[in-house]
């Protein structure tokens, strides 16, 4: 294989791999990003690297500042308040869209990636599912075929896989895997009613699974309290 070819196969392996552990994670929110160590790891020089650097800061990613490293972009109430206000809105219509517009290819996709999903809840892979949940509704997104809700869409993932994250980093317990259940029976309906066009199906689905959503991240922040002792 020649240069020519092999630097943008490394190119997105890197891009693949830092979308994975931001999503994840691996590297938290305000994380610094050695660019010299990026370039030794998958082989490239600074430039290509750079260039990925403000693709991913385009997206939402990665903050860039003058005179300042690459750094993970943050998280705070406000983000996530901000998610919570906006997400409905985008996720629903994201769904509808994808209902009109998707090509029997692209559905495919989408069912390959569920198969991976399911099988990262079976596995208790916490990771797997974070991850894979950010490629089913990114997969959606790209169905929409607009090109003013995918970057939103795009952007409202990178905080919604990492909500998902802390939450799940913690133990599995009966409750949060009949959340997890419920989530994977739901990324079915929506291949279901996607299939057959249904649009106000897969919005109302879309719907119900950013509540699912919600009331996840509710229950972590704000958990029933322990029961007094008994004197």
Same mark, same amino acid.
């Given at each position: &294989?020649?240069?020519?070819?092999?630097?943008?196969?490394?190119?997105?392996?890197?891009?693949?791999?830092?979308?994975?552990?931001?999503?994840?994670?691996?590297?938290p929110?305000?994380?610094?990003?050695?660019? %010299?160590?990026?370039?030794?790891?998958?082989?490239?020089s600074?430039?290509?690297?750079?260039?990925?650097?403000?693709?991913?800061?385009?997206?939402?990613?990665?903050e860039?500042?003058?005179?300042?490293?690459? $750094?993970?972009?943050?998280?705070?109430?406000?983000?996530?308040?901000?998610?919570?206000?906006?997400?409905? &809105?985008?996720?629903?219509?994201?769904?509808?869209?994808?209902?009109?517009? $998707? !090509? !029997?290819?692209?559905?495919?996709?989408?069912?390959?990636?569920? $198969?991976?999903?399911?099988?990262? %809840?079976?596995?208790?892979?916490?990771?797997?599912?974070?991850?894979?949940?950010?490629?089913?509704?990114?997969?959606?997104?790209? &169905?929409?075929?607009?090109v003013? %809700?995918?970057?939103?869409?795009? $952007?409202?993932?990178?905080?919604?896989?990492?909500?998902?994250?802390?939450?799940?980093?913690?133990?599995? !317990?009966?409750?949060?895997?009949?959340?997890?259940?419920?989530?994977?029976?739901?990324?079915?309906e &929506?291949?279901?009613?996607?299939?057959?066009?249904?649009?106000?199906?897969?919005?109302?689905?879309?719907?119900?699974?950013?509540? =699912?959503?919600?009331?996840?991240?509710?229950?972590?922040?704000?958990?029933?309290? =322990?029961?007094?002792?008994?004197?």
């Open positions: &294989m020649n240069a020519e070819v092999a630097i943008p196969d490394r190119k997105s392996s890197l891009e693949l791999t830092l979308r994975r552990r931001i999503l994840t994670m691996q590297l929110p305000g994380a610094v990003l050695d660019e %010299v160590a990026l370039s030794e790891e998958f082989g490239l600074r430039p290509p690297v750079r260039e990925l650097m403000r693709q991913m800061a385009g997206e939402g990613y990665i860039l500042e003058a005179n300042r490293a690459a $750094r993970v972009s943050s998280m705070s109430y406000n983000s996530l308040r901000d998610f919570f206000l906006l997400a409905p &809105m985008i996720y629903i219509t994201a769904n509808k869209l994808a209902a009109e517009n $998707r !090509t !029997t290819a692209e559905l495919e996709v989408l069912r390959e990636i569920q $198969r991976a999903f399911r099988k990262a %809840v079976d596995d208790c892979d916490v990771e797997g599912r974070v991850f894979y949940n950010d490629q089913f509704h990114r997969q959606i997104g790209e &169905m929409a075929h607009n003013y %809700v995918v970057p939103s869409l795009r $952007r409202l993932q990178i905080d919604h896989a990492r909500i998902g994250k802390i939450f799940y980093q913690h133990p599995n !317990t009966p409750r949060m895997q009949e959340e997890l259940e419920l989530a994977s029976a739901q990324h079915d &929506m291949i279901e009613v996607i299939e057959r066009r249904d649009a106000e199906a897969s919005g109302e689905l879309a719907r119900l699974h950013i509540e =699912l959503s919600r009331r996840n991240m509710a229950m972590y922040a704000a958990p029933e309290g =322990l029961q007094a002792p008994t004197l």
